[in-house]
């Protein structure tokens, strides 16, 4: 993308790179000539559209310019044009490097001689005449005479600031594929969409097969983008509003030391930094809606687990009839002695049950499910996620019930366990 108006061009800002080397390959050709190097400007990346005839989108680019004035013995040289002549016709090809003033348009198209060298003042047949502006005005100088006028290689620094403008040029150039490839989105639209899609239809990262949810995103905005930003469409309330929690959640994790440490965490910040994204990262800002919903879903399972576990229940030696237990978690576990697998159970009041069943048992967490058993222990340990002491009842001897089943032991009422009658003792002699 080339400034029509000014001396400079946008590129894409992936390009810069490759652009600096040839500039460099360059400047490495002028010094061994000892001829002034060209001097190249690259300012911060930016955000425009590309306006080209293949696309219109938004790209991260950066403005780039050449300049085209030298420091030569006569004073500061800048150069205009290049003019080829053709020597049967006389007809002139111009090649401009800047916008003109129309003075400096009317010397260059309109000369009173094609041929005419301001330095030599000679007019005989030539091929180039290069325009150039001095601190006395505007010379037109023949290739020939470059070197002599400027008291340096200048047709060298010439040759080089045209293969220089060229690699500008063509790396300003736009295709189908680098628009599909670099354009960018709003951050703060993206994750609106995206809170969207996961509502819909799920989260899918790029491993599970088929599209990610971020790729998936990106595509449906890109097609979306422009009625969005003119307020044809608009998001629901609620999705602004986690939207925006998200972005103060990436934001915050430059609080937690362990984030900020983090690379996951550091890139997103990065993101939202810049405010755009392409493609390329949208897995990744998608994946921090996932994240922001787990740590909120934590904390918020911690919170709960403060008014629990904090006493103990029944005595032990108490056989017991539990119902609606909820399961917090059944860990497997391989032994000398086979597998088991250690269940850890809530009731409706906060009691905190654990089980070491043998075998393994498959229930899922906040699963409902009755049981028997006998309390064989009450325990008191210190928990580091819930940074309290948690009151544990282990159980023993257990059994799965039905509701109905479970409903019905507890109504049954225990048995008494009567005495055990003494043996009777007989005092008679012994024969």
């Not at 150039?173 to 993206?190: M, Y």
Request: charged fraction near 25%.
């Amino acid at each position: 993308m080339r400034n029509r108006d000014f001396d400079y061009y946008y590129i894409l800002q992936d390009r810069v790179p490759t652009l600096q080397a040839k500039i460099a390959r360059l400047n490495e050709k002028l010094k061994s000539a000892n001829a002034p190097l060209i001097e190249i400007g690259i300012s911060t990346p930016e955000i425009r559209r590309a306006g080209s005839t293949v696309s219109d989108e938004y790209m991260s680019v950066v403005k780039v310019d050449i300049s085209r004035a030298v420091e030569a013995p006569i004073g500061r040289l800048e150069l205009l044009a290049q003019t080829k002549i053709d020597p049967t016709t006389q007809f002139m090809e111009h090649r401009t490097f800047t916008t003109l003033s129309k003075e400096e348009d009317e010397k260059i198209r309109k000369p009173v001689a094609p041929c005419f060298c301001d330095h030599c003042e000679t007019n005989r047949m030539r091929i180039y005449i290069y325009t150039l502006k001095t601190p006395e005005g505007i010379s037109r100088v023949g290739s020939g005479c470059l070197d002599s006028f400027a008291g340096f290689s200048m047709s060298k620094w010439q040759d080089a600031y045209a293969s220089a403008v060229k690699a500008v040029e063509d790396a300003s150039e736009i295709t189908f594929t680098d628009a599909q490839e670099h354009a960018v989105i709003p951050v703060h639209i993206f994750i609106q969409e995206a809170i969207e899609q996961i509502n819909k239809s799920g989260y899918q990262n790029g491993y599970s097969g088929g599209y990610s949810t971020g790729v998936d995103t990106f595509v449906a905005l890109r097609a979306k983008l422009s009625d969005i930003e003119s307020g044809s469409i608009k998001y629901a309330p609620e999705t602004v509003k986690k939207a925006t929690e998200i972005m103060e959640f990436i934001i915050n994790s430059e609080l937690n030391p362990v984030k900020r440490a983090n690379d996951y965490y550091s890139n997103l910040r990065e993101l939202l930094k810049f405010g755009h994204l392409t493609h390329r990262q949208a897995g990744l800002l998608a994946s921090s809606i996932i994240s922001h919903d787990k740590e909120m879903a934590q904390a918020k399972s911690v919170q709960s687990m403060q008014d629990i576990a904090n006493n103990h229940y029944g005595t032990i030696g108490d056989k017991v009839f539990l119902k609606n237990l909820r399961v917090e978690g059944a860990y497997p576990k391989d032994t000398k002695f086979g597998t088991s697998t250690e269940i850890t159970l809530y009731d409706d009041q906060g009691h905190m049950f654990r089980w070491y069943a043998s075998g393994y048992h498959e229930l899922k967490k906040d699963q409902l499910v009755n049981l028997s058993g006998k309390i064989v222990e009450h325990k008191t340990w210190h928990s580091n996620k819930f940074d309290k002491d948690m009151a544990q009842n282990t159980l023993k001897f257990c059994k799965f019930h039905t509701l109905e089943e479970i409903e019905e032991l507890i109504a049954t009422p225990p048995k008494v366990k009567k005495p055990r009658k003494a043996k009777e003792m007989d005092d008679s002699p012994a024969p």
